[in-house]
């Protein structure tokens, strides 16, 4: 009789030790429009210490800290400036994911459970893998994106790729001639939801970015060209790009600094709050790395969110130590005065912009956004590209 009570107690208390939050589970956000974005969210237990990972096919985003006390789940996600806190009640997750958003607290309603949230009615009546061209938005605001799909049977992933580089990757369904993709990295949430017909692709995208999108088979094959090399220019070309911004440790860095003279220069115009940045960084890193005793100087100008100097500092020395950046990375402003205070660039949008200085201090090339390493030989191909941009500027 007591071995009953006691097997009871312990099956009742379970929660209270953390033996079933453990694992992995189907997940979802809500957008602003009240619609979900769906991922999965692997929680973590060992050592003594809680982590959890937001997954979105193969990308990984994983928790700086995490606790779960038997009823709250708390995962801190420190680079993001955000977490995600979550009750468990029933076998399931419910709270929010909340994240500095400028000068607002972005929160997320956030549900999760074992089973799937979403799946599809009907087999796959459509091919949608292979290469898309998107059309996002109407009349004058009508950008051009990139699209590549890969279909398992109903299931699907892909990545989508505007000039600002990718969304990352994004998992969902075929459902007929339905489409279905979503990802959420604890910055972007996405959601495309169109439908295939003649080989044309119709529908919408919603979330970080909200629009109608038409879609279309590439008229040729091989890799498809953005304007990323042409969309952002100097103003004047004769002259040189001037920099003078403190440090992590307060100390102002400029473009006059004996550091830089002569040299070649590659300047990322950049921010903690970025997915795309954080990618740029690993190849920066490696180029540094690579070419610094060549002559090779790199600098990231850090544009954050609040204004608020010690909490955008903070998020920035996050940045560099996630990376661990040998390079300055310099604290330039809020995103807001971005423009007034880059005022030598025309055409200045996407984070990360990166620009090639040769050693006369005159910019030679301008680069707009970041593919990174959700779009696979894209991003292969991308470092090679800089390589050879930073090697032609070191042979001047």
């Known amino acids: 009789m007591l071995l009953r009570r006691g097997i009871l107690w312990l099956t009742l208390c379970l929660p209270l030790y953390g033996e079933t939050v453990a694992g992995r589970w189907h997940a979802a956000v809500k957008t602003p429009s009240g619609e979900e974005a769906y991922f999965d969210l692997e929680v973590n237990h060992s050592g003594g210490e809680w982590q959890g990972m937001l997954i979105n096919g193969r990308d990984r985003n994983v928790s700086s800290a995490g606790s779960f006390d038997g009823r709250k789940l708390r995962l801190e996600f420190n680079y993001w400036d955000g977490r995600l806190e979550a009750d468990f009640e029933n076998g399931e997750l419910r709270g929010a994911f909340t994240r500095q958003s400028r000068k607002q607290v972005l929160a997320r309603p956030f549900r999760a459970r074992r089973t799937p949230l979403v799946s599809p009615a009907s087999a796959p009546s459509v091919d949608a893998g292979g290469e898309w061209i998107l059309d996002v938005g109407e009349g004058g605001g009508k950008e051009m994106w990139l699209a590549s799909f890969e279909q398992d049977g109903a299931r699907l992933q892909g990545v989508l790729i505007p000039v600002s580089g990718d969304y990352g990757m994004h998992t969902g369904f075929v459902d007929g001639n339905r489409i279905l993709l979503t990802h959420f990295d604890g910055i972007r949430a996405t959601i495309l939801d169109a439908r295939i017909s003649d080989g044309r692709l119709v529908g919408t995208l919603k979330g970080s970015v909200s629009a109608m999108v038409t879609g279309r088979r590439p008229d040729k094959a091989g890799r498809q060209e953005l304007n990323s090399s042409s969309l952002t220019t100097m103003k004047n070309p004769r002259e040189a790009f001037r920099f003078s911004y403190p440090d992590l440790e307060g100390r102002v860095v400029s473009s006059t600094d004996a550091r ?108 707009a956004g970041f593919e990174g390493p959700s779009t696979g030989a894209r991003y292969a191909a991308l470092q090679q590209e800089m390589t050879q941009w930073v090697e032609s500027l070191l042979a001047e």
């Open 260 to 367: 830089f003279r002569g040299k070649a220069v590659v300047v990322s115009i950049s921010g903690s709050w970025c997915p795309n940045c954080h990618d740029e960084a690993v190849v920066l890193r490696m180029l540094y790395d690579r070419y610094h005793a060549k002559g090779l100087e790199i600098v990231a100008l850090g544009f954050e969110y609040t204004g608020e100097k010690e909490r955008d500092l903070r998020q920035l020395r996050l940045f560099a130590e996630k990376y661990k950046l040998p390079y300055p990375v310099l604290l330039a402003g809020t995103t807001e005065n971005a423009q007034q205070t880059l005022g030598q660039l025309r055409n200045f949008r996407v984070y990360p912009t990166t620009l090639f200085i040769g050693k006369d201090g005159l910019v030679r090339r301008i680069h």
